[in-house]
């Protein structure tokens, strides 16, 4: 497994999104509906509707790279959906509290 070194800022998109998107689909939602730069260097982190996949979107600085996760059993928790990305330091765009997030529970 390949991991980054250094920090990243992490967005959670507290709603679901299509997982037909791909590279550009999810670039497209980071700037239109998240009101942020794919290619900052920050990681976005999306949901599908059942909550059992996450698509993880990062610019690595020679390309977008996506990562996709399927749980066989359970589902990831989320936090509540909110109109403001947040991420895992606790900071949106504003500022606002943490979001308590742990990563997935055995169905």
């Known amino acids: 497994m390949i991991l980054p070194g250094g920090k990243y800022r992490v967005f959670l998109a507290t709603r679901p999104v299509d ?9 497209l939602v980071v700037q239109t509906v ?6 900052c260097g920050a990681v976005f982190v999306f949901r599908s509707k059942r909550g059992d996949r996450v698509k993880i979107l990062v610019w ?8 996709y996760k399927h749980l066989e059993g359970g ?4 936090p509540t959906p909110v ?15 943490p979001i308590p997030w742990d990563l997935a529970t055995p169905g």
Do not use: E
């Open 19 to 27: 997982f037909r998107k791909g590279h550009a689909g999810l670039s």
């Open 60 to 67: 690595d600085q020679t390309g977008l790279v996506m990562v």
């Open 75 to 78: 589902s990831f928790h989320w």
């Open 83 to 97: 109109s403001i990305p947040r991420d895992l330091a606790g900071h949106s765009t504003n500022t606002w509290p």
């Open 34 to 39: 998240l009101g942020l730069d794919p290619y």
